[in-house]
């Protein structure tokens, strides 16, 4: 069936994409809800927490419908679902950000669609991130994504770079051709000293990221917080949370 053309229901009801809409905008106004009485208790204006919703294995007219609801910020993980969906979705007023792992091999194609790259963590990814920005005619938004269980020189489970080799990163991004370096990210870890304790780990990452804005005042984002955690990345500072379950449903076992 063509892009835009509403399935109809089962008997004759509602077209599923009615449907599909209307649970979308009532999941929106909950996290909404939540994310705006996170605000209050935290004394912090509403307008200082941006929502980025995290799309992955959800289709392109799942974007589509969001976009319809007023998203403008929507993230994936996966560059072979994140290209071709992208694509279909040229048309919208989207910000793409990547929040994956991120292979080299890999870099061509997210440089063509992402505006932010929340997942840097090694100087060679971004000196790959930096030649392809170049080569579209772009300026890619970079994030050092902070590994919290990482001990020095090393990688997290998830990646994301050690907390004392952020600094060093942030000089290569800041002076890469086509590179912006906007900020930091985290992922609230599963093992080492902040397992289980979201709240600090995201303290964690608000004091590494007054570390970088000292000398680089213009790396203000902060993203934190997913479905399960948002309150406390709103009550430690984060400026971004990244929520996808409470949007669009919990996933399909991935195959």
């Known amino acids: 069936m063509a892009r835009g053309h509403p399935r109809p229901a089962a008997g004759g009801g509602r077209p599923v994409t009615d449907d599909r809409k209307a649970q979308l905008a009532e999941n929106l106004a909950r996290v909404e809800e939540r994310i705006s009485a996170a ?59 990547f929040v994956g792992q991120l292979q080299t091999n890999k870099v061509r194609s997210v440089a063509g669609y992402a505006g932010i790259v929340q997942s840097v963590d090694r100087v060679r990814l971004a000196t790959a991130l930096s030649k392809e920005a170049v080569r579209a005619g772009r300026e890619l938004g970079c994030l050092i994504q902070v590994a919290l269980d990482a001990e020095s020189g090393e990688r997290g489970e998830r990646g994301g770079v050690a907390p004392d080799g952020a600094g060093a990163l942030a000089e290569v991004i800041a002076g890469a051709e086509g590179l912006r370096l906007d900020g930091v990210m985290t992922v609230a870890p599963l093992a080492g000293p902040y397992a289980g304790r979201e709240l600090a780990a995201f303290e964690r990452l608000m004091e590494i990221s007054s570390d970088l804005r000292a000398g680089h005042p213009a790396a203000t984002m902060v993203s934190a917080g997913m479905s399960a955690d948002l309150e406390e990345a709103v009550a430690a500072g984060a400026t971004h949370v990244r929520v996808g379950t409470a949007v669009l449903g919990v996933r399909p076992r991935l195959r």
């Open 39 to 97: 605000c209050a208790r935290a004394g912090r204006p509403r307008d200082e927490v941006t929502l980025i919703v995290v799309t992955k294995t959800y289709p392109a007219s799942d974007v589509r419908l969001l976009a319809e609801l007023g998203v403008r910020q929507v993230a994936e993980n996966r560059d072979q679902e994140a290209a071709p969906k992208a694509a279909e979705c040229a048309d919208l007023p989207l910000t793409w950000h």
